[in-house]
């Protein structure tokens, strides 16, 4: 944890400059690793549960400041995209607590939101918060993204087009 901690504090201090791709292909593509978490309501949520769908499966924490800058743009994607061939779920790094359900509602996220309460999540490489993937309908992950986006439809359509 103080490893996933220092890397998110290290990735929040550097300059970003503007990425040509909001991704980075993943080659060879790999099977995505299942999971089955918790929401903040109780339900369980797996990435199985999508099968079919890209799926953009973003890991977050509430006290992340990189994850706060890109969450309203991910907010903007999700609202604009086509739920039929698109979804987003947001992995909470820690327990789900009052401060993350402040965040959520701080910035009006209807995307699905789970919890990975003691960051035992495993078959996901997560070097720094936020750490984002793109699985693909056949469940491989096709895409990633290590730090903040400015994420929007328009770059990510040509990744989710067949």
Sequence with gaps: MMKLILSTLLLSTSVFAANDMIMTAVTPTEQAKNFTLESPSGATISLSDYSGKYVLVNFWAHWCSPCIKEFP?????????DKTQFEIIAIHAGPYNSKAAQFVKHFGISFPIVSDPDTSLKGWDIPVLPM???????????????????????????????
């Design 73 to 81: 743009d991910m907010q903007k994607l999700y609202d604009e995209s």
């Design 132 to 162: 984002s993937y793109l699985v693909d309908p056949e469940g491989n992950v096709v895409y990633k993204a290590m730090g903040p986006r400015e994420w929007n439809v328009e770059d990510i359509q040509p990744l989710i087009s067949n």
